[in-house]
């Protein structure tokens, strides 16, 4: 994982993608989310970090809420 700090606006990797898609669509957990992309949880919680800072978000709730009204408005 490249050790540089994500900042908001910035364009999601391909794995981001991937991990906020699963995770607003689905309940799993970071371990779950892993599993279905072959990485650890832990490198999860990593990404959707970085997917938090790059989208102004704080935690999944708030992930979650941006991408329904998204959704909704399109």
């Known amino acids: 994982m490249a050790n540089t700090k994500a900042t908001l606006g910035q364009p ?3 794995r981001q993608v991937k991990i906020h898609n699963l995770m607003v669509t ?3 957990n970071n371990f ?3 599993k279905k992309v072959f990485i650890s949880g832990n490198a ?3 990404h959707l970090g970085q997917i ?3 989208l102004g978000c704080t935690n ?3 992930l979650m ?3 329904n009204n998204l959704r909704n408005a399109g």
């Open 60 to 62: 999944r709730l708030q």
């Open 32 to 34: 779950e989310i892993g």
């Open 52 to 54: 938090f800072l790059k």
């Open 44 to 46: 999860v919680r990593y």
């Open 26 to 28: 689905t309940a799993d």
């Open 12 to 14: 999601m990797s391909k």
């Open 65 to 67: 809420v941006n991408y």
